[in-house]
């Protein structure tokens, strides 16, 4: 394999504070930097003064790069979208749980063919901004056989798949809540778990409670899933406090927390994703991304891509509503999409750019990081790097300060 050295970056956000070319911040920016990649991993990073001789020279011509952002939580296996619901939203109708069933309905009635083809075309969509990691959900097809064909798909494109059979009680088990329950944790989890690393469940109101939750994760702990949940979006029903009981890796959403759910996670491994894209679609009050991290919180930003609450692939445009709507910086806003992305993975190869790790990085056209929230909707991200090759790049028409 060849190695490639990128010069001439205006700045480089590496998320590794120890590089000595480095500012010494958490993004670890370098100025006037290079960086060589050789097969799939980062082999050099520093000043371009002293960079390494590399097969390959690519001329960046003043723009940033940056590590490949990590969207730790996405539900990209449907069928249908969800458009009359979001125009009842902004009419004015409440966002509540129930809208998840018309997605059920849709995905049922879809063959796997088209429902590949979609969350295909989503995750190609998410490359072409910058994300080189994504984690996705099942939950649309809640029967073993459509939960199945859904985690299998989801498995085809991430490693980062996740089991969520407990995202809402079908209309069929409306009056046998208890067997659906015992469905999830049992014959369902079994078929589902070969193609899952994650399990998840939606613990909220007119989804499931918390001694479900703990039931249902527990029996996906023991088949040798690692948990994580949707907690506190609608209301606070203890699940922050069952996540870290149970060292989850991540607890999403997090709209209604108090000063005991914010020291209960400061005081964890377990991360806090925020999910501005839901919030800003469902008009919601936002989560106090500020608050947690002025409190230790580990903070995430993740899309939330789906048909209903939040249908952005966008993560660029999600750290642009968390600067505006959740008071972070921009550099803090970079960081929770990126190295906070990868923590709520458990990741630690992923999300920074340090000799070693993967070669997943997005080239901005812009001078600094900055722009990124500065020019919100801009389609900014001239190309995106994974595992050491090119997925996407913006033709030079449109990008005419890169050159490759």
Known sequence: MSSTRFDNMAMLVTNDPANEA?????????????????????????????????DVLVDLDGQTVIPGFVDSHSHLVFGGDRAEEFAARMSGTPYSAGGIATTVAETRASDSGELRANARRLVAEMAASGTTTVEIKGGYGLTTDDEVRCQS????????????????????????????VALVAGDMLDACAPNARWIDVFCDRGAFDVDEARLILGAG??????????????????????GVALDAASVDHCNEMNADDLDVLASSSTVATVLPGADFSTRSRYADARRMIDAGVVVAIA?????????????????????????????????????GGAKALRRDDIGVLAVGKRADFAVIAAPSYVHLAYRPGVALVSATWKSGSQMMRVPRSTTPRARY
């Open 221 to 242: 702990v023991a088949k040798g899933l690692l948990p994580r949940l949707h907690a506190h979006q609608l209301s606070r029903t203890g699940a922050v406090e069952l």
């Open 303 to 339: 899309s939330d891509c789906n048909p209903g609450t939040s249908y952005t692939t966008s993560m660029p445009f999600c750290i642009a509503v968390a600067v505006r709507e959740m008071s972070l910086t921009p550099a803090e806003a970079l960081w929770s999409a990126t190295a």
């Open 22 to 54: 480095g500012d010494g911040s958490p993004l670890g920016l370098i100025r006037d930097a290079s960086m060589v990649i050789d097969a799939d991993h980062v082999a050099w990073v520093g000043h371009q003064t002293h960079a390494p001789d590399a």
């Open 153 to 180: 798909i989801a498995h085809e494109l991430t490693p980062e798949s996740t089991f969520l059979g407990a995202h809402v009680v079908p209309p069929e088990f409306r009056d046998r809540r208890d067997d659906y």
